[in-house]
């Protein structure tokens, strides 16, 4: 229980930042197209953060070892876009460049899509928090056959193969 509220609390954290800068985007009346955009973005965070309160409220399953996952069919694409809306003010911060790879032609995987994105932004994150100010950050997927390969990349510190291993 305490390394699922630990992991939790950290999930929680994640989507305020992007709902942090929407409403300062919102505080200084921008144009319509703006702020339509800025309330998409801030309604797909407030979703997000719902979801994880609502798995936080719902601890008797992790006790019984039960996590559910909404499965459904869902875009690569919104995937890595709804990750990198999350950590973008945190590359942003340190000034650093990130590339995005999408797959060349429209993707679907049968999967969790929030559970997918929060995976995606926790290495987006790692990969932020481990890069200098100045440094590059790449997420790339690919298709591999039948498969979806997402890597994310970065210029930090690293860490060792037989880390990579554990």
């Not at 300062?24 to 309160?53: C, E, F, W, Y």
């Not at 650093?96 to 790879?101: C, E, G, S, T």
């Not at 032609?105 to 932004?121: F, I, K, M, N």
């Not at 100010?133 to 997402?150: C, L, S, T, Y």
Request: overall charge negative; aromatic content about 4%; charged content about 25%.
């Amino acid at each position: 229980k305490s390394r699922f509220l630990a992991l939790l609390s950290h999930e929680l954290r994640n989507p305020l930042a992007p709902l942090r800068t929407g409403l300062a985007i919102l505080s200084m009346q921008p144009d319509p197209k703006i702020a339509g955009d800025v309330n998409a973005m801030m309604t797909r965070q407030v979703s997000h953060m719902a979801r994880l309160i609502d798995d936080l409220l719902d601890v008797s399953r992790i006790d019984r070892g039960v996590l559910e996952l909404r499965r459904e069919c869902v875009s690569i694409d919104s995937i890595i876009a709804n990750a990198v809306e999350t950590v973008r003010t945190d590359l942003d911060a340190k000034e650093q460049q990130l590339a995005v790879r999408y797959v060349d032609e429209p993707t679907y995987v049968d999967g969790d899509a929030v559970r997918l994105s929060q995976v995606l932004s926790n290495l987006l994150n790692n990969a932020s928090k481990f890069t200098p100010p100045g440094g590059n950050v790449e997420i790339a997927a690919r298709r591999d056959g039948d498969e979806v390969v997402i890597a994310v990349t970065d210029t930090g510190i690293g860490f060792s193969e037989q880390d990579a291993r554990r």
